[in-house]
């Protein structure tokens, strides 16, 4: 029987600082330097059983196992994680020579365009969460693709007004996917505030490494195996990522990219006009224009490039217990629907459903130990109900606005205390129905997939913090491949049905210029002041994920916060949650679920079914970091079901 227990915030306060003192006393062994030790082992490939279709509309980048025991790493006044162990290194670098956390971004992200074309790269969009140490302010910066001007709220859906047939072969790997990439534009803006090195200098590594080659890695290799037919599609895409007789290049070849030594020169020398007007451009809007049998194009235009702009956007902060947690808002829902759930969740007793295993320094306390399922339940509930809100009114609010004009009425402590309500210990919700705050102009969300991703987290020496997650949105994006670097399908986190089966307007239709929404959370945790104010910087944590995003950020934010646990414990715990479906995940790749004939035999399974939960435990591919403030420096951890590493400044 679950017990739910609801609790004032003096006992919350104890219980955290319990929880912190766990968290400094059980971090081990690794000190960190700049240079290539990596915590955990080498990802080891191979899709762990039993993926099935709808698993896969889950996790469209694949599932590549599962570094047990990992770690945490402890580092000084700097760290950073990244996807990939040669991103990191290169990232560190930069730091460790008194760059910021915006040089050192660009480093990251340049470099991940190689090692990790799959999730990220220029060709994309991303959002940032800034902390400036200085300053003490907390900005948002928003380098999300928009639809193109001459695209219709049919775009997706109908190859023209009068050919209604889906665009081919697909509206994702057609050229009606790809949206104006943003993820320059918003390097540039935040390098313009908060760079101290030469824009053209932090070109460098991913130029030399374009140039001098780079291993593909085991789990870029597994993507394109998984992605070879699509890739085949493109000249481009099938004469980098396929060998001549069409199979897939594998793990360990060696790979130069001398297309993106171009582009890149360019872009350092003339900064991001090179790739919004010019050659570059021009290339972007041939590729996405390529007529063919087998490809729709697309109708993204020079102009469109030449006047996209990364917005600004105020930071959603909001508190949880003695925290307080800054994410980011529209057209991203992953600010918003986070602090949702950890709102309503505020007003459980989390820190008394602690996992089991977590203490000792063997592997099951390393790998986050095991949820309760009481735990499990209320807070897939509370993801529910902060996914109705969600899938009905965040869209991008330049076009469609927040019932009440801002974040603060889906945040408002009282509302979330109502939501809270509804939620029964012994019965699922299945699907919660939204709030409801008078006449609004759209109609029902509709679902649809998303993913593709990598996740970057730094602080630097002069304790500012980045936050970035940036995606070409599934793995390989659109599949086209155009100067050394792979196009965004972004448009099709869009709605491809512009109203609902009531005729309604759907708040995440497409229109021209419009942000498609997002799920992506890159979160910074601040220390709450007693007046209410914010502190000093505490946590850094994001993931990729699709829409998924929300739930492992979740479970991460609840592992450190509520349960005292290291970072590396967090992100390793098992990822669990639910959107606004009956299905609650539990992480079959994790070696704490026995996921075997459909997790029949694990007790946490069993339990939760008997009290009528529905339950899933396909494998789950977070790729989360976080970085935690520990006295001295800090503490990261890297996702174990993806090839990240953390490094930083010695202790
Ligand atoms: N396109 C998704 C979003 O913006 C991210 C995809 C992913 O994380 O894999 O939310």
């Not at 928009?146 to 994702?172: F, K």
């Not at 020079?302 to 956007?313: E, T, V």
């Not at 479906?581 to 992480?587: A, F, I, N, V």
Request: proline share 7%; glycine share 10%; aromatic share 6%.
């Amino acid at each position: 029987m679950r017990r739910l227990r609801r609790i004032g915030s003096g006992a919350a306060a104890l219980l955290l600082l319990a929880g912190l003192a766990t968290a400094c006393s059980s971090s081990t062994n690794q000190t960190a330097s700049c240079t290539v030790s990596r915590n955990g082992t080498p990802v080891t490939s191979g899709i762990p059983a039993g993926p099935t279709s709808t698993n896969l509309s889950l996790n469209p980048e694949v599932a590549t196992g599962f570094r047990t025991g990992m770690t945490p790493v402890r580092t000084g006044d700097f760290a950073v994680s990244t996807a990939n162990p040669v991103a990191t290194e290169a990232a560190c670098k930069v730091l460790r020579d008194g760059g910021t956390a915006a040089d050192a971004l660009i480093v990251a992200q340049t470099v991940l365009n190689l090692v990790e074309p799959q999730a990220t790269g220029i060709g994309g969009g991303a959002f940032l969460m800034y902390y400036d140490n200085t300053a003490k302010t907390v900005d948002a910066y928003d380098g999300r693709e928009t639809a193109p001007a001459a695209a219709t709220p049919d775009y997706l859906r109908y190859i023209s007004a009068a050919v209604h047939t889906v665009p081919q072969p697909n509206a994702r790997a057609s050229g009606r996917s790809i949206g104006v990439p943003g993820v320059l534009r918003l390097l540039e803006l935040a390098h313009n505030e908060h760079g101290r090195q030469p824009w053209k200098d932090l070109f460098t590594p991913a130029i030399n490494l374009a140039d001098q080659g780079f291993e593909i890695s085991p789990r870029m290799a597994e993507q394109i195996g998984e992605s070879k037919a699509d890739l085949a599609r493109d000249d481009n895409a099938k004469a980098y990522f396929l060998q001549s007789d069409g199979s897939p290049k594998t793990a360990g070849t060696k790979l130069t990219n001398p297309a993106f030594v171009k582009t890149l020169s360019a872009i350092a020398t003339d900064g991001p006009n090179a790739f919004y007007t010019g050659a570059i451009a021009a290339d972007i809007v041939d590729t996405t224009a390529t007529t063919s049998a087998s490809r729709t194009p697309g109708l993204l235009s020079l102009a469109d490039l030449q006047s996209y702009q990364a917005k600004k956007r105020t930071a959603v902060c909001s508190p949880y217990r003695d925290h307080q947690i800054c994410g980011m808002p529209n057209p991203s829902s992953g600010g918003i629907t986070v602090e949702s759930a950890l709102g309503i969740l505020s007003n459980f007793d989390l820190s008394a459903m602690k996992p089991t295993d977590l203490s000792g320094n063997g592997d099951k306390a390393r790998d986050g130990g095991k949820p309760t399922a009481e735990a499990v339940h209320l807070i897939a509930e509370a993801e529910r109900l902060a996914y109705a809100d969600r899938d009905k009114y965040i869209a991008d609010s330049d076009f469609v606005p927040l019932p009440g004009n801002s974040p603060d009425k889906l945040l408002d402590p009282n509302y979330l205390k109502q939501r809270a309500a509804l939620i029964d210990p012994h019965k699922s919700l299945g699907t919660a129905k939204p709030g409801d705050f008078g006449p609004v102009p759209v109609g029902n969300g509709l679902q649809q997939p998303e993913h593709g991703t990598s996740h970057i987290s730094i602080v630097d020496k002069y304790g500012n913090a980045a936050a970035m997650t940036t995606t070409v949105e599934s793995a390989f994006g659109s599949f086209h491949f155009v100067d050394g670097f792979i196009l965004n399908n972004q448009l099709t986190d869009f709605s491809a049905e512009p109203v609902d089966k009531d005729g309604a307007p759907v708040a995440n239709r497409l229109d021209p210029g419009k942000r498609p929404r997002s799920s992506m959370a890159p979160t910074l945790v601040f220390d709450r002041n007693p007046d209410g104010s914010r502190g000093g910087l505490h946590m850094v944590t994001g993931s990729p994920g699709g829409s998924v995003i929300i739930q492992f950020v979740v479970k991460t934010l609840v592992g450190v916060l509520d349960w005292g646990m290291d970072p590396q414990q967090a992100v390793s715990m098992i990822d669990f949650g639910a959107a606004n479906t009956p299905t609650t995940y539990l992480g079959g790749e994790h070696p704490a679920v026995a996921a075997a004939d459909n997790g029949d035999h694990d007790p946490l399974v069993q339990q939760l079914r008997q009290e009528g939960d529905q339950v899933s435990v396909a494998p789950q591919s977070s790729g989360l970091s976080a970085l935690v403030r520990d006295g001295s420096g800090w503490i990261g951890g890297a996702d174990p079901r993806r090839e990240g590493a953390v490094l930083g400044s010695p202790r």
